[in-house]
């Protein structure tokens, strides 16, 4: 099973960019790579998901290298309102051995 | 599309007592996971139910448990509640394909006093 280790806290300033990278060692060939964001008090909500390579969606890309053991999540130009805590999980949702991997969340806070 | 509904939102229940969350997922999704969240915690997999089946469990105690419906629509009890059993729970539904595209209600928040 992989296991995810990711920072568990951030700071920013508003319209910087920030980088919030995921390990995951142990990652299997059939595993994908999605990230959550969540505000306080609400369920986790879908950012982007990656295979390989890079992804990039209106609110984030996802830099995944060749061996895929590590991922970067990118917010350009953050403002207040991601201020939030960001998971990666890791996993494969298929099939009757479908794991799926948590990291422990990392806190983001955007400073003015 | 309607998203995952969880019912209800917030309630209160004593020591002792035991209780049941309710969780309807997005319509066509047929896997239902519940989460455990307590407070700068992260989140914590108790089960996930596909096709009115268990298929993965987490490591919780029995008291926890859970149940879905044909229409996929999902419960889960908590019985003899303690005071540590005080958190958000949160359901959430996928499709179950490779990808891990899984949506979350907004969670019921239970305080056990």
């Known amino acids: 099973l992989a296991k995810i280790t990711q920072p568990i806290s951030m700071d920013s300033y508003e319209g910087q960019e920030v980088n919030i990278t995921c390990s995951h060692n142990?990652?299997?060939?059939?595993?994908?790579i999605t990230w959550y964001q969540q505000f306080p008090s609400q369920g986790p909500r879908f950012i982007i998901q990656?295979?390989?390579?890079?992804v990039t969606n209106e609110v984030a890309s996802l830099f995944i290298p060749a061996d895929r053991k590590s991922s970067t999540l990118s917010l350009p130009r953050v403002s207040l309102s991601d201020t939030a805590v960001y998971y990666c999980?890791?996993?494969?949702?298929?099939?009757?051995?479908?794991?799926?991997?948590w990291g422990l969340g990392t806190s983001l806070a955007v400073n003015p | 599309k309607a998203g995952v509904t969880q019912t209800p939102r917030y309630l209160i229940k004593t020591r002792g007592q035991q209780v049941t969350l309710s969780c309807s997922p997005i319509?066509?999704?047929?896997?239902v996971s519940w989460y455990q969240q307590t407070p700068g915690q992260g989140l914590q997999f108790l089960f996930e139910?596909?096709?009115?089946?268990?298929?993965n469990k987490g490591n919780f105690p029995g008291r926890f448990s859970g149940r879905q419906f044909s229409n996929s629509r999902s419960e889960m009890n908590v019985s003899t509640l303690e005071l540590g059993d005080s958190a958000l729970y949160l359901c959430?539904?996928?499709?179950?394909?490779?990808?891990?595209?899984?949506?979350f209600g907004e969670g019921s928040w239970l305080t056990v006093v």
């Open positions: 959430a539904s996928s499709s179950r394909g490779p990808l891990n595209t899984i949506y």
């Open positions: 319509s066509g999704h047929r896997s």
């Open positions: 139910y596909f096709s009115e089946t268990q298929r």
């Open positions: 142990n990652i299997a060939t059939n595993d994908y």
């Open positions: 990656g295979y390989k390579t890079k």
């Open positions: 999980l890791v996993g494969d949702n298929a099939g009757n051995n479908r794991k799926l991997i």
